[in-house]
T-cell receptor, first 114, second 112 residues
Framework: DGGITQSPKYLFRKEGQNVTLSCEQN?????MYWYRQDPGQGLRLIYY???????QKGDIAEGYSVSREKKESFPLTVTSAQKNPTAFYLC?????????????FGPGTRLTVL | KNQVEQSPQSLIILEGKNCTLQ??????????LRWYKQDTGRGPVSLTI?????NTKSNGRYTATLDADTKQSSLHITASQLSDSASYIC???????????FGAGTTVTVRA
């Protein structure tokens, strides 16, 4: 069953803690992306990776970190430096970084800071 | 300021009725425009994609139109069903950039 999986579905964090969100894909896609979704706003790009061992900052990278050690995996760490981390986080992948390639999204992780 | 504006923000329709969602964009140069459907608590799923040379694209009861001259797109839902209740997101891709510009979405609620 091909697709993108994200875990956990719900995540609760205490202030000052780092948390890592998992994203795995078995679509053999080269490019992977992390977005943040807040109510009333469009998705905003946090980080993206077009190839293994390489990634770039998106529009709102401050307070986040990523790694891309394997083609299938692109975990996102929300650090304590992120002042307002409560949001819905979406991971996506595409065949390549080319503009017309469709991005396929995972089911999302809802992070809540207590 | 968001370069992709959607209207209305939300709407409620009765099952079986039609509705039309609007998307106006200012980003350029334009490559393509997609409409995504996002169920509550789920990831978006692509409904249609149109390049600048296409005026209309259908996917079942969903029909998207595009006017590249006025930078406007619409998504028409025909004979709505309860399962159409979702957020519909307009996404524009720039010609010289792989990054996407997302609208905030229109939340559609279909009631029996």
């Amino acid at each position: 069953d091909g697709g993108i999986t994200q875990s956990p579905k719900y995540l609760f964090r205490k202030e000052g803690q780092n948390v890592t969100l998992s994203c795995e894909q078995n679509l053999n896609h080269d490019a992977m992306y992390w977005y943040r979704q807040d109510p009333g706003q469009g998705l905003r790009l946090i980080y993206y990776s077009q190839i293994v061992n390489d990634f770039q900052k998106g529009d709102i990278a401050e307070g986040y970190s990523v790694s891309r050690e394997k083609k299938e995996s692109f975990p996102l760490t929300v650090t304590s430096a992120q002042k307002n981390p409560t949001a819905f986080y979406l991971c996506a992948s595409s065949i390549g970084g080319r503009r017309y390639n469709e991005q396929f999204f995972g089911p999302g992780t809802r992070l809540t800071v207590l | 300021k968001n370069q992709v504006e959607q209207s209305p923000q939300s709407l409620i329709i009765l099952e079986g009725k039609n509705c039309t969602l609007q998307c106006n964009y200012t980003v350029s140069p334009f490559s393509n425009l997609r409409w995504y459907k996002q169920d509550t608590g789920r990831g978006p799923v692509s409904l249609t994609i149109m390049t600048f040379s296409e005026n209309t694209k259908s996917n079942g009861r969903y029909t998207a139109t595009l006017d590249a001259d006025t930078k406007q797109s619409s998504l028409h839902i025909t004979a709505s069903q309860l399962s159409d209740s979702a957020s519909y997101i307009c996404v524009v891709t720039l010609l010289n950039d792989y990054k996407l510009s997302f609208g905030a979405g229109t939340t559609v609620t279909v009631r029996a």
